[in-house]
């Protein structure tokens, strides 16, 4: 039985190159798809005690590769991909910039909060 995840992205390719795809295009490329997806709504999160913001988070479903080195041992899987973005960081902070992969279902904003609020606890 395969355990369930959350963690940061590190990876960035895509079951298979889409075939109008040219051999170097990025729109094959996960973060591409990602961005791609329109945002599924805001979040107001927590940054510190004194100190709460805005996150815009879109999510999708999508079908990922394993490392290069490790194709020939595993299968492609569905993996799902979280983005939030700070909408107005203070001067002074980069903001918030999260993209996160689990192999959790996330059907809709609440589920895609709720992994974000785990990554948080981190």
Same mark, same amino acid.
Request: glycine share 4%.
């Given at each position: 039985?395969?355990? +369930?995840?959350?963690?940061?992205?590190?990876?960035?390719?895509?079951?298979?190159?889409?075939?109008?795809?040219?051999?170097?295009?990025?729109? /094959?490329?996960?973060?591409?798809?990602?961005?791609?997806?329109?945002?599924?709504?805001? /979040?107001?999160?927590?940054?510190?005690?004194?100190?709460?913001?805005?996150?815009?988070?879109?999510?999708?479903?999508?079908?990922?590769?394993?490392?290069?080195?490790?194709?020939?041992?595993? +299968?492609?899987?569905?993996?799902?991909?979280?983005?939030?973005?700070?909408?107005?960081?203070?001067?002074?902070?980069?903001?918030?910039?999260?993209?996160?992969?689990?192999?959790?279902?996330?059907?809709?904003?609440?589920?895609?909060?709720?992994?974000?609020?785990? /990554?948080?606890?981190?």
């Amino acid at each position: 039985m395969c355990a +369930s995840f959350i963690v940061r992205v590190q990876t960035n390719r895509l079951d298979e190159r889409p075939a109008d795809a040219a051999p170097h295009d990025p729109a /094959h490329r996960v973060f591409a798809q990602l961005g791609a997806t329109p945002w599924a709504g805001r /979040h107001r999160i927590t940054v510190d005690q004194n100190e709460t913001t805005r996150l815009q988070v879109k999510f999708a479903a999508i079908n990922t590769l394993p490392p290069v080195g490790k194709q020939k041992r595993y +299968s492609p899987q569905v993996l799902t991909y979280i983005h939030a973005l700070e909408e107005d960081p203070p001067p002074g902070r980069e903001p918030i910039d999260w993209k996160l992969v689990t192999n959790l279902p996330v059907e809709d904003l609440s589920v895609a909060v709720e992994k974000l609020g785990w /990554h948080a606890l981190r």
